[in-house]
């Protein structure tokens, strides 16, 4: 059954900081996708990693894959208020199910 | 475009009640997921259908819940008899197929009493 684990569960930072939130993984895998979710709202796609040593980049935000350590990293870079939110990463099944599996999230808070 | 739609955005009620929820996905989406979302989890599957044919529906609870995608459009999902432990946000998504991102509509907050 593949598991997915995310650390932290809660991260209080400080802007302008950089921080790493981790994502592993229990099975093979070559899909991962990272969502955003504001309190009360619904999950907004941020990225999908479709292969080894996939990177990408939308703002402050950057998204690794590493599929022979089952590793996804989502890198925050010189943080700001506007990215406090809970961040969820889910990893595809790759038998015929096409399930997505999420973790638990991560739950951003920048200070100012 | 218009993203998924869900409705109601909130919903109480009393235990052993029935409840429905309904969605439309995005236009040309054929795979549609409704999805159960415990407070301070992930979401977890109940069902997926591609077009109107339920095609995973092993961790939906059969013997309360139900659901349908009549015309293989909008769907609808219902707990009969509602229990306390079903609160929870019930969230749809749609993707293109299978293989494609799943977008996420604004779900619908369950609280039961």
């Known amino acids: 059954e593949l598991k997915v684990e995310q650390n932290p569960l809660f991260l209080s930072m400080q802007e302008g900081k950089n921080y790493t939130i981790y994502c592993n993984y229990s099975?093979?895998?070559?899909?991962l996708y990272w969502y955003r979710q504001d309190p009360g709202k619904s999950l907004e796609s941020l990225f999908v990693?479709?292969?080894?040593?996939a990177v990408k980049q939308e703002g402050r935000l950057m998204a690794s894959l590493d599929t022979k350590a089952r590793l996804s990293t989502l890198h925050i870079t010189a943080a700001v208020h506007d990215l406090s939110a809970t961040y969820f990463c889910?990893?595809?099944?790759?038998?015929?199910?096409?399930?997505?599996?999420f973790g638990s999230g991560t739950r951003l808070l920048v200070r100012p | 475009e218009a993203g998924v739609v869900q409705s109601p955005r909130y919903k109480i009620i009393e235990k052993k009640q029935p409840v429905a929820f309904w969605c439309n996905p995005i236009s040309g989406h054929n795979t549609l997921y409704w999805y159960l979302q415990n407070l301070g989890q992930g979401p977890e599957l109940l069902i997926r259908y591609e077009n109107e044919e339920a095609v995973d529906d092993s961790q939906l609870p059969k013997d309360r819940f139900s659901a349908e995608r009549l015309k293989g459009v909008d769907s609808t999902l219902k707990i009969q008899p509602a229990e306390l432990g079903d609160s929870a946000v019930y969230l749809c998504?749609?993707?293109?197929?299978?293989?494609?991102?799943?977008?996420f509509g604004p779900g619908t907050r369950l609280t039961v009493l």
């Open positions: 889910a990893v595809d099944m790759v038998d015929s199910s096409y399930k997505l599996i």
């Open positions: 099975t093979t895998s070559d899909r």
């Open positions: 998504a749609s993707s293109l197929d299978r293989t494609d991102t799943q977008y």
């Open positions: 990693l479709l292969s080894n040593g």
